[in-house]
């Protein structure tokens, strides 16, 4: 079994900056995605962006790229998501989840585990 724990969220200005992290333990898999999803009241769940556990390969949805950034630290099973020039827009649940095997997805179906989720609210 695999446990995702998400931290990091809480209430911020438009304009600022906030961190979001994904702590990650249980079982390992030899190839696998980590990928951050978020939820907006009454939307759907939307794809923010996606890490490979190895090498470097790195996906962004539409509406953040250019100011959100994923980054990893293997050695401590953990995934962060950097978010910049924050909109009211943004604010969500923010969930992180994990796909295995060796291909992204931008699809949350594909995703075998979920943690439960992190609030981000931006204020204008």
């Known amino acids: 079994q695999v446990q995702l724990v998400e931290s990091g969220g809480g209430l911020v200005q438009a304009g600022d900056s906030l961190r979001v992290s994904c702590a990650a333990s249980g079982r390992t898999f030899s190839s696998y995605h980590i990928g951050w999803f978020r939820q907006a009241p009454g939307k759907a769940r939307e794809f923010v962006a996606s890490i490979s556990w190895i090498g470097h390969s790195t996906y962004y949805g539409d509406s953040v790229k250019g100011r959100i950034t994923i980054s990893r630290d293997n050695a401590k099973n953990m995934v962060y998501l950097q978010m910049n020039s924050l909109k009211p827009a943004d604010t969500a649940v923010y969930y992180c989840?994990?796909?295995?095997?060796?291909?992204?997805?931008?699809?949350?179906?594909?995703?075998?585990?979920w943690g439960q989720g992190t609030q981000v609210t931006v204020s204008s």
């Open positions: 989840a994990l796909k295995r095997g060796a291909y992204a997805s931008v699809y949350e179906i594909e995703y075998d585990y």
